[in-house]
């Protein structure tokens, strides 16, 4: 691996588990110590039935340590203002200026399954800040004992030896990054933050070290493990396999499913979850094989050195199967299974939907506007961040101005009840994950080059809400948009003290202001 910095949370990557049950409250202290300003994304929460989410603004007077995140979690909410949170700067809220510290509160309404937390600043979720959320529901369709025995939970992600703010800045330059404009090409893949990268090979005399041994997984014969599957990359698709065993995907964005047919390789783009059961009825104690990630480089307008061999654009884990809950990796020989004889490249496609069926019939929709409105896409689609004044705040002072398509791209759905939502592709090369922060079934749709995708959206919960491009240099770049629900009910509502003290601070920080001066216009 190469040594660069990292931005974590807790001193960690990937970000502490953060696990509650449907109906808790969290909260979430968050201590900025890094020397940027950051927003935390609650990815796939809908806040629905809470619209105001509590905050607490503080100031620390202290010795500010570089590069970490502080979580203190509890439960029950803290005296105070509060406001809407969907923890997106520019839209929802200001970024959380270096040496301040806010706290998150938010009630887990209706949902359970997968989710996650990651930054929302320009893509500084790409430098590690990153972490998983877990909801348990006795409403979860997906029953332990029965549907799966054990559970862990894996992040996968795209990996890249120049820092984000680096890689953003040269791209967005007239020189662009490595001499191309284009979404970079990764380096290596890594599985629960380990990987491989050939040093001797690829980067002779650099400050890289090749790390030996692999990510080691325990999982218990004759039994079925659920694999919570996380993407937190910033371009790469990867498709997941386990040597000579097939798998059963049972969840998708936090979705409880059943798929019609075993599956060898399963695709995972940005943002998605996939719980997929690895089944060991077959194997016995002291069997071991690999769990493989590859990314699929077809799908990359151009590809680094190293990542052109399956032992450069792959991340390998193994997977022991005992009944000991902790074994000596490094005294243990590496497995000899062999990967699946189907290719791992191929069109950079999404799971096929149909092979995938709700395990709960949802509601039928009667409340149905009748309106369509179409989106269509080109690689910019917002040109600016609004760091200092977001746009909710803005709306719910009952302004115009800063919604215009010259700025920011945006649809506005007036009344509550269905609308259907168009979304037209004109890119002809490349597929685009996108997350709309009001989800339904699914939270991300990829949209392949020159298609069309139409989603269905229950607009009942008023607010700004951010609907981007999950590719994290796309994002960066500002592939992304704003769908504005019920903006007349918006412009009723008070922005909180607490929220307005959060911008204005930002403001008048000496450090604050430098920061905008980098960000302001790049960050989405």
């Known amino acids: 691996m190469s040594i660069r910095s990292m931005l974590v949370i807790n001193g960690q990557y990937p970000g502490p588990l953060i696990e509650a049950n ?75 200026p270096p040496g301040v510290s806010f706290q998150y509160s938010f009630k887990i309404d209706g949902q359970f399954g997968t989710f996650w937390y990651h930054a929302h600043t320009r893509n500084l979720k790409a430098d590690g800040i990153v972490g998983p959320l877990i909801v348990h529901s006795t409403r979860d369709p997906l029953v332990r004992g029965r549907d799966f ?72 014969p004759n039994s079925k493990t659920r694999l919570r599957f996380i993407q937190s990359s910033s371009h790469a698709l990867f498709r997941i396999s386990v040597d000579n065993h097939p798998l059963d995907i049972i969840e998708a964005d936090a979705t409880p499913v059943q798929n019609r047919f075993h599956m060898d390789r399963v695709q995972i783009h940005g943002g998605e979850r996939y719980s997929l059961v690895l089944n060991t009825a077959n194997d016995q104690e002291g069997d071991a094989f690999y769990l493989r990630a590859a990314i699929d480089t077809d799908c990359l307008a151009w590809i680094a050195p190293g990542l052109d061999t399956p032992s450069g654009n792959t991340a390998m884990a193994v997977i022991r199967v005992t009944n000991q809950k902790s074994l000596s990796g490094a005294s243990l020989p590496l497995p000899r299974s062999s990967d699946w004889p189907s290719s791992s490249v191929g069109t950079c496609y999404d799971v096929d939907s149909s092979a995938l069926v709700p395990r709960v019939k949802p509601p039928p929709m009667t409340d149905i506007v009748g309106r369509t409105t179409q989106l269509t896409l080109h690689l910019v689609l917002s040109h600016k961040a609004r760091l200092q004044r977001p746009l909710l705040h803005h709306k719910l002072q009952g302004g115009q101005g800063w919604l215009n398509a010259s700025e920011v791209a945006h649809e506005t759905l007036p009344t509550p009840g269905v609308w259907d939502i168009v979304i037209n592709n004109l890119d002809p090369t490349r597929e685009h994950p996108f997350h709309l922060q009001t989800p339904v079934c699914r939270d991300v749709h990829v949209l392949p080059g020159n298609t069309y995708n139409v989603l269905r959206v229950q607009a009942y919960n008023p607010g700004v809400w951010f609907f981007h491009c999950h590719l994290g240099w796309h994002l960066g770049a500002g592939f992304a948009g704003v769908v504005v629900l019920q903006p007349d009910v918006l412009a009723q509502m008070q922005l909180p003290p607490d929220s307005r003290a959060l911008c204005q601070h930002r403001a008048k920080t000496l450090k604050g202001k430098r920061a905008m001066k980098r960000l302001d216009g790049l960050e989405t």
């Open 149 to 220: 025995d054990e559970e862990m939970i894996v992040v996968v992600s795209d990996w890249y030896h120049d820092t984000s703010t680096f890689i953003l800045g040269e791209q967005l330059s007239t020189r662009g990054y490595n001499g191309s404009f284009a979404a970079p090409s990764p380096n290596s893949a890594i599985l629960n933050g380990v990987g491989y990268f050939d040093c001797q090979r690829y980067a002779p005399g650099a400050q890289c070290q090749t790390r030996s041994q692999p990510l080691e997984l325990l999982v218990k």
């Open 22 to 96: 449907e109906g808790d409250t969290i909260n979430v202290l968050l201590v900025n110590r890094m020397n940027y300003p950051v927003s935390i994304h609650w990815h796939g929460i809908h806040q629905k039935g809470t619209p105001w989410v509590c905050a607490l603004f503080l100031l620390k007077s202290q010795v500010i340590r570089k590069n970490r995140l502080i979580f203190d979690v509890s439960m029950g909410f803290q005296d105070g203002w509060c406001f809407r949170i969907s923890s997106v700067s520019g839209v929802t809220e200001c970024p959380i």
